[in-house]
């Protein structure tokens, strides 16, 4: 199935200029949806993956099943004021404003194996602000997924010395 047939887009979302990738569309579908899940975690079905760290909230929606999946643990990164434990934050820059993301201190520990999933790969400042959570954390990053990777931002180069795997390209 060709998943990039799954994904609407959505012009001037959030705001003017942008053209927002909808993965509802892709989440409606049940076919698609497990073929994402399952196209994903195969990629990293033999890295003895110990966690995977996901990003609020779409990241969450890919994130929980591939960890169940790979029998690896779930660390969430939210936004501020959503953990309730001691946390870890981090801000960044976004393609459009700046963000703060948190993680518990105690969700990552030194020397695990993780897998970071997202649903998107734009600019790449999200995922730099989670890389740099989890060395603080001294886990092991053995991989970064994506559903969706726009190229044409160059999100890539900012994760450069990680594995990135993105199941669709624009």
Avoid at 48 to 77: S, T, W
Avoid at 93 to 122: F, K, N
Wanted: hydrophobic fraction near 45%.
């Amino acid at each position: 199935m060709d998943l990039k047939q799954k994904i609407r887009d959505i012009p001037d979302f959030p705001k003017r200029g942008i053209i927002f990738k909808d993965i509802t569309t892709l989440l409606d579908d049940a076919a698609a949806f497990k073929q994402s899940v399952d196209d994903l975690a195969a990629h990293y079905a033999d890295k003895n993956i110990d966690v995977v760290a996901c990003v609020e909230a779409r990241g969450f929606i890919f994130g929980a099943p591939i960890a169940y999946k790979l029998g690896a643990g779930l660390a969430v990164i939210r936004k501020p004021g959503k953990l309730p434990y001691k946390t870890h934050a981090m801000s960044y820059d976004l393609e459009y404003g700046t963000d703060t993301l948190h993680i518990h201190q105690d969700a990552i520990t030194p020397g695990q194996r993780v897998l970071i999933i997202d649903d998107l790969l734009a600019t790449g400042g999200t995922i730099g602000a989670v890389i740099q959570m989890i060395e603080q954390l001294k886990g092991n990053i053995i991989g970064i997924g994506f559903l969706i990777e726009l190229g044409f931002l160059n999100g890539r180069d900012k994760l450069a010395g990680h594995e990135i795997f993105s199941l669709i390209n624009y």
